[in-house]
């Protein structure tokens, strides 16, 4: 029995004498592997990661956000996979005026390669057909997986204004308050003020109401026209916007152009005197 006993404590003194098996680190995970094709910086672009985050933005959209799968990163990073060596360069002897790249991500590390677009030089429209054919599939699930942010509402707005532009340039603007004194406004450096009552304030709103806190957005196929914006304001809150665009043919386009000239002719009869 005292055997036991004795070789029972020498097993135990033994077991403790042994290292207690350590706990693996936490791996800390980094950035997700990604492909990014860029024409202008910050204005035209697109890029997928690896199970991550799709973007897609042209010079005359939204930057739109989209959920993509592995499947979608190694199809795109398939197309891309030519240019990874040299990227794409127009060949010519200038000096190209576009700064745009291809971008590699892969494991945190990243490679970035000439992107020169637009380049007329012969072979050059084959040689980045790769990079059109991803294009198109990134644009294709940006328009069906993009889900659009919803407008600031602005509850009791105290003030509208109308803008129309022209490349940039405002051609004509009408500001509103809820009673108070309007201003109307023209490129050619023409202005006139004019009497708004809280009741001329509500039947203009009302015009645009189906509006109001609604994203609204649609297809643009006659480039170089006009366009503008409706912006309902109030003090302490976040602005919001109906953008209209005389190149829109679907959705409630013509629904907005009619609540819109509406809008435009009881503001000049306030203007003049009507």
């Excluded at 020169?116 to 599939?137: K, L, V």
Aim: charged share 25%; with cysteine; glycine share 10%.
């Amino acid at each position: 029995m005292r055997g036991l006993i004795i070789g029972a404590a020498a097993l135990l003194a033994g077991c403790a004498g042994q290292a207690l098996p350590q706990p693996t680190p936490a791996v800390t995970a980094g950035p997700p592997d990604k492909v990014e094709v860029v024409y202008h910086p910050g204005a035209m672009f697109f890029s997928v990661e690896d199970g991550g985050e799709g973007r897609f933005r042209t010079s005359d959209r939204e930057d739109y956000t989209f959920p993509v799968t592995r499947a979608d990163y190694v199809r795109i990073s398939a197309l891309l996979r030519p240019y990874r060596q040299t990227g794409l360069i127009c060949g010519e002897q200038v000096q190209w005026e576009h700064n745009g790249y291809l971008l590699w991500r892969e494991n945190g590390v990243e490679t970035r390669r000439p992107h020169e677009s637009g380049c007329y030089a012969e072979g050059h429209r084959e040689a980045e057909r790769g990079i059109s054919r991803a294009y198109d599939a990134v644009e294709q699930m940006a328009e069906e997986r993009w889900v659009p942010p919803a407008p600031p509402v602005v509850p009791d707005p105290d003030r509208l204004t109308l803008t129309s532009l022209y490349w940039g340039r405002v051609t004509q603007e009408w500001s509103i308050p809820r009673g108070g004194e309007g201003r109307w406004s023209q490129a050619d450096g023409k202005t006139s003020a004019f009497a708004v009552s809280e009741a001329d304030f509500d039947r203009l709103r009302d015009l645009f109401r189906p509006y109001e806190g609604v994203h609204f957005e649609c297809e643009r196929v006659i480039a170089d026209g006009p366009y503008g914006h409706v912006t309902w304001s109030q003090q302490g809150h976040e602005d919001q916007q109906l953008k209209w665009d005389a190149g829109c043919v679907t959705g409630d386009a013509g629904d907005v152009f009619r609540r819109w000239d509406e809008a435009v002719a009881i503001l000049k009869a306030l203007r003049d005197g009507g």
